[in-house]
């Protein structure tokens, strides 16, 4: 299992490839990559967002993503385990999460990814920060992302 929170962009052929180097128990890999988005769903507003800014609280945050990582796999037969959340600056079209799980086979690997996408929406601790051609906003937690959280 490895959790990373870092400023640097990440390659995530070379993640994927170092996930699952030398076990040949793994059949299936799953991995979600999220990128900055230049909208805000739900505002009533139209300003494109120029830039998204991550803080976080170091040390607090990975451990945090840690605890929801070894949950996943508690609740899944995992080979391996990576997530990785950039902080700061970011703008549209950077990657800002990697989360990859691996198992034997393709259904556990699926269902922990989504679950770990849905529970770092919620549960890591990460303020987020909008700037806007109107200038700077807080991005307040979404309904949606708490339902998605509490299906699981």
């Given amino acids: 299992m490895t959790v990373r929170v870092q ?3 990440f390659d995530v052929g070379a993640e994927l490839a170092a996930l699952t180097r ?3 128990r793994i059949g299936g890999l799953a991995c ?19 830039a998204l800014t991550l803080e976080h609280y170091p040390g607090m945050t990975e451990r945090q993503i840690g605890a929801i990582a070894a949950e996943a ?7 391996s385990v990576l997530v990785i959340h950039r902080h700061g600056r970011l703008e549209p079209g950077d990657r800002i999460v990697l989360v990859a799980c691996a198992s034997a086979h393709r259904d556990a690997a699926f ?3 989504q679950f770990l996408m849905d529970w770092l929406k919620t549960r890591a601790p990460f ?3 909008e ?9 307040e937690a979404r309904a949606e992302d708490e339902a998605a959280a509490r299906k699981w």
Avoid at 34 to 46: E, K
Avoid at 131 to 139: D, L, Q, S
């Fill in 7 to 9: 400023a640097e962009d």
């Fill in 111 to 113: 269902a922990a990814c």
């Fill in 131 to 139: 700037e806007t051609v109107e200038g700077g906003r807080w991005v």
């Fill in 32 to 50: 979600f990559v999220g990128l900055v988005r230049d909208l805000h769903p739900g505002a009533a507003d139209a300003a494109a967002v120029q």
């Fill in 22 to 24: 030398g076990n040949p």
């Fill in 73 to 79: 796999k508690a609740r899944w037969p995992l080979e």
């Fill in 127 to 129: 303020w987020k920060r």
